[in-house]
C-alpha cells in the first residue's frame, strides 16, 4: 500500500524463524500516548487527525483491506510537534475483503468492537467505520464510551449501539461544530456501508470530498 497515512515499509527479510519488516521511523510515538499526555484534543486538532486517519481508510478499503484493529495505539505519530502526521501502523488483524463480501473471526481490541463482532455476527468492512467513530470520541473526550472495569458490562452496552457518538451528539452540540463532517463517518445507522457512500451527505462532503 502507498497512502502518506499508512506506515511506509522499507525492507523485508528473513531470518531462521522469522519475518522482519523495516518501517520508517515514527518518532511522535503512539496516538494513544499523545492523547493521553493532553487529556484531550481541541475540535481543530481531533478533526485534522481524523481526517487524515480516514483518508487512509478509505484508501485501505478502495484496495479490498479491512484493519480490524484501528484504535489509537495502531496510530502513530511522525513526530511529537503539532501538525504531525499520522499512520496506520500494525496490519496483523487485517484482511483482504471485498465490498461486498462478509466475514465472521471474533478478533480486535475490546472498546473498539463493533456491535456486530459482539454479537458474533458475519460483518464487513464498516467495522472500520464504527472504530473510527470510537476514536473520534477518545481524541474529543480523553476516554472510551463504553468501559469499565470488567468489559463484560462494556460489551453489552456497545453490543446494543448502532452510532458510538450518539452521547456526543445528546449532550454537547457544541463539541462536534469543528469535528461534524468527520464523526459523520460513523453513523452507520444512514445505512452507508462504507465511506464511498457518505460523500452525499451534505454534512460529510466536506471530509470525503476527493477522498472516497
Not at 55 to 84: F, Q, W
Not at 137 to 159: R, T
Amino acid at each position: 500500500m502507498n497512502h502518506p497515512n499508512i506506515i511506509h515499509i522499507e525492507d523485508v527479510f528473513l531470518t531462521d524463524s522469522k519475518i522482519c519488516m523495516v518501517t520508517e521511523y515514527m518518532s511522535g510515538g503512539e496516538l494513544f500516548d499523545y492523547v493521553v499526555d493532553k487529556g484531550t484534543l481541541s475540535e481543530v486538532e481531533a478533526s485534522a487527525i481524523v481526517r487524515k486517519i480516514t483518508s487512509a481508510v478509505a484508501y485501505m478499503h478502495a484496495c479490498g483491506i479491512i484493519h480490524r484493529d484501528l484504535k489509537p495505539e495502531n496510530l502513530m505519530l511522525t513526530s511529537k510537534s503539532r501538525g504531525a502526521e499520522v499512520k496506520i501502523i500494525d496490519f496483523g488483524l487485517a484482511k483482504l475483503l471485498d465490498a461486498d463480501d462478509k466475514t465472521a473471526s471474533f478478533l480486535g481490541t475490546r472498546g473498539y468492537l463493533a456491535p456486530e463482532m459482539l454479537q458474533r455476527q458475519a460483518y464487513s468492512r464498516s467495522v472500520d467505520m464504527w472504530a473510527l467513530g470510537i476514536i473520534v470520541y477518545v481524541l474529543l473526550c480523553g476516554c472510551l464510551p463504553f468501559d469499565d472495569d470488567g468489559g463484560k458490562i462494556a460489551n453489552e452496552k456497545a453490543a446494543r449501539v448502532r452510532d458510538p457518538l450518539s452521547f456526543l451528539y445528546q449532550t454537547d452540540a457544541n463539541l462536534l461544530s469543528e469535528c461534524d463532517a468527520v464523526l459523520f463517518v460513523s453513523r452507520r445507522s444512514l445505512g452507508c456501508a462504507s465511506l464511498d457512500g457518505l460523500v452525499g451527505y451534505r454534512r460529510a462532503r466536506r471530509i470525503c470530498s476527493g477522498i472516497c
